[in-house]
């Protein structure tokens, strides 16, 4: 993929380009510029954010024809965010090093491709993203799976992932201070699905299976560096974090098997208080904590109490506003109350305000091209549920896309069980319906006012909302 679009970088200044990026140009000790520019097809918007620790260092504005060039008077090495919204990805820069992006909105992971200095050890984590990436959207089903079977698996696909970082790894021959970034996208993502399992499994099937786990299964856990700032903001660390707490909450005797009530994640936060020392990383696995659980208990009672407890333990007074704006919005969403009103297309290429379309109890689903196991199993869930409660609309959402992939996705699967809607402003779906998780669901009442907006289609319990 990566060699097909070299060629495209061939009328971008390629004078100036090869005299930046040349690898066997020498920078004094002191010298720390770095250079970085690039091409964004089909554009959202007129920039691209450049970001560290989920900071904005600097906005980088696309010309004419959509480029940017941008001179980092001093750039230390390390992991780096860039964001074309609503997309983000991660770019490492090493001293001195001049990269060229190109990415197209209309399938932004799979088209992210450098060039450059520096660019095969960034080509190489969009490979490993993208090969992990793949391997998420078929784990759906191997929670089913029993423990042996479940080990098997994923023991399986780590092994030809790690040959494949091994691989690379020898034939670029970058340094620890990358290593450790690359061996973070390897790793986290195996033991992610580690800690998963016995809760996952015991949701989807209704199984305990935490005491045929091997005495070795959690061997892991004394390998994670928990206090490494380096990785504080790296999105595989943060999910591994996560759920990672979920899974131990969960394991006390007293608690219950409900990850999102108010026990078990004050539990989470005392956990996270014990556990990590280092402060700056102790705030952000608080602040994601405190994000997932506003999102899933909708008591106010409940999240007041929450609320208390995590604003004795944060220091962050950024997150601390942050949070408090999301218990704001959470409340809009209380049983009882309208949705919030906002604008949809449909298949026709008509807009619609969603209020204007609910004329019946209505169960919206969510949906993106970027999960296509759960697209497929959340259709066939809604199919069989259509069959079972005729008096309900359902109604498919696509979010965080493309028109075009959206349509694509449509086109491909010929899906006919649900009114399918496309959403162009994700954000404002993100803020007004606070939609964070795929398989969030709202149901409506027949006057379009909310009957559970925070339900999982999932959930072993799920058709209780729908009597």
């Known amino acids: 993929m990566i060699k097909n679009y070299i060629k495209y970088f061939l009328p971008l200044s390629v004078v100036l380009f090869t005299s930046l990026t040349s690898c066997k140009k020498v920078f004094k000790e002191d010298n720390f510029v770095a250079y970085f520019g690039g091409e964004i097809l089909n554009p959202q918007e007129k920039y691209v954010l450049f970001l560290k620790d989920d900071e904005v260092i600097d906005t980088i504005y696309l010309d004419k024809n959509n480029r940017f060039m941008h001179k980092f008077d001093s750039l230390a090495p390390g992991l780096y965010t860039y964001k074309h919204n609503p997309e983000y990805q991660y770019v490492y820069f090493d001293k001195n090093d ?28 969009m490979e490993l993203f993208l090969k992990n990436d793949a391997d998420r959207s078929l784990m759906y089903d191997k929670f089913d799976k029993d423990v042996k079977s479940f080990i098997k698996n994923i023991d ?31 790793n986290f993502h195996h033991i992610t699905k580690k800690e998963i399992y016995p809760y996952a499994h015991q949701f989807r099937t209704g199984e ?22 380096l990785l504080t903001n790296y999105s595989p660390f943060i999910k591994y974090v996560s759920v990672m707490l979920n899974n131990v909450s969960l394991q006390k005797d007293h608690l219950d098997l409900n990850e999102n009530s108010l026990e078990n994640n004050i539990e989470k936060l005392n956990i996270t208080d014990t556990l990590i020392k280092n402060q700056k990383v102790k705030n952000v696995v608080l602040n994601n904590v405190a994000m997932m659980y506003l999102l899933e208990d909708q008591n106010m009672y409940n999240n007041q109490k929450f609320i208390e407890r995590y604003l004795k333990l944060s220091s962050d007074t950024k997150n601390k506003e942050e949070i408090r704006e999301l218990s704001n919005s959470v409340k809009n969403l209380k049983v009882g109350n309208t949705l919030p009103n906002i604008n949809l297309t449909n298949t026709s290429n008509e807009t619609v305000a969603i209020n204007s379309i609910i004329t019946k109890p209505t169960v919206l689903f969510f ?13 066939k869930k809604i199919a069989e549920l259509q069959v079972k409660y005729p008096n309900y609309e359902f109604i498919a959402v696509n ?17 006919q069980i649900a009114k399918e809607f496309h959403v162009e402003d994700f954000e404002l779906v993100k803020k007004k319906w606070v939609i964070t998780k795929i398989h969030r669901i709202i149901i409506l009442n027949a006057d379009g006012t909310i009957k559970n907006g925070f339900a999982n289609l999932f959930d072993v319990n799920f058709e209780q909302n729908l009597k």
């Not at 005491?211 to 700032?229: G, I, M």
């Open 98 to 125: 001049s990269l060229m992006l190109r990415v197209n909105t209309f399938d932004f992971d799979n088209s992210v491709v450098f060039c450059g200095r520096g660019d095969e050890k960034n080509n190489f984590l």
């Open 156 to 186: 399986s696909s780590y092994a030809i992932r790690k040959s494949f970082y091994l691989k690379r790894k020898a034939e670029i021959g970058w340094d620890e201070n990358f290593d450790l970034v690359a061996r973070a996208s390897l």
């Open 208 to 229: 305990n299976i935490r005491t045929k786990l091997p005495s070795n299964y959690y061997d892991h856990r004394k390998e994670v560096d928990f206090e490494n700032a």
């Open 367 to 379: 949906w993106t091209s970027h999960a296509e196991s759960h697209f497929v199993a959340s259709h």
């Open 399 to 415: 979010v965080n896309d493309t028109k075009i992939n959206w349509e694509n996705a449509l086109k491909k699967y010929k899906f």
